[in-house]
């Protein structure tokens, strides 16, 4: 939407990324102070409409984000792409947590998809070895045993079909994500018969309308137009 006559579009990053890929258009990095420097911020700036396209992970500021909009009455929008769903052939298991699957880990080798945020969870897994993928080095203790993978997606089949070759992969864990950029671990996976232990989404916010792509946002934003504030 940044090019198009009629919108002017501020998108903000976390700025958990040391070296982020920026979107089109103004862009703002880091955190607004809860939900009260939020609100204070949409205020500050006029915003008219809000577009919520959080990390189907990132609950908290997908909350807030949503409480803020909300407070000062701002029409708003979650962007909230599918969930992966099973295939014939996949041997998935689904757990509530990242901690339900450390508890589920055995003496195996294991691909850890999960992003740099919350590998401290498999700490613990003594017995296990760990191909960890991330973009940056996750914070707090790795496991005894494992490898560090610093890469960025998108990942094609063929890549992740050769890692779990090279490095004797048994089970796969990720989060369930969705979109198409991170799901060839899964086809790969799938191929090769290994078992994928995959982390359950937190559910989304009630009371917001949703959509699952970039395309619905566009067509929710241009529906907008001419909507003032009250």
């Known amino acids: 939407m940044a090019g198009r006559p009629g919108y002017h579009v501020v998108s903000s990053l976390a700025g958990r990324v040391r070296d982020p ?5 103004e862009v703002r990095v880091g955190g607004f102070g809860g939900v009260a420097g939020l609100r204070n911020w949409l205020r500050d700036n006029d915003i008219d409409v809000v577009v919520v396209a959080t990390h189907p ?17 701002l029409p708003t929008l979650l962007v909230r792409r599918p969930a992966w769903v099973a295939q014939p052939g996949d041997r998935w298991e689904s757990v509530a947590s ?3 699957a450390a508890a589920r880990i055995a003496d195996e080798r294991v691909f ?3 992003g740099r945020q919350g590998v401290a969870e ?4 003594a017995a296990a070895w ?3 993928r991330a973009i940056d080095p996750p914070n707090g203790p790795l496991p005894a045993h494992a490898e560090l993978l610093l890469e960025r997606g998108p990942f094609t089949v063929e890549h992740d079909a050769e890692l779990l070759v090279r490095h004797r992969i048994e089970l796969l864990v990720s989060k369930n994500s969705g979109g198409p950029h991170a799901a060839g671990k899964l086809v790969a996976a799938r191929a090769a018969g290994i078992p994928v232990l995959l982390v359950d989404r937190p559910p989304s916010p009630p009371g917001v309308t949703v959509v699952t792509d970039a395309a ?6 241009a529906a907008q137009r ?4 009250a």
């Open 21 to 25: 890929q920026l979107p089109a258009g």
């Open 98 to 100: 990242l901690t339900a």
């Open 130 to 132: 760990f191909l960890i």
């Open 226 to 229: 001419g909507v003032q504030r």
């Open 112 to 114: 850890l998809t999960i």
């Open 57 to 73: 992970f990132a609950a908290r500021i997908t909350t807030n984000a949503i409480r803020a909009a909300t407070d000062v009455r």
């Open 216 to 221: 619905g946002a566009a067509d929710w934003l």
């Open 122 to 125: 498999f700490a613990g897994c």
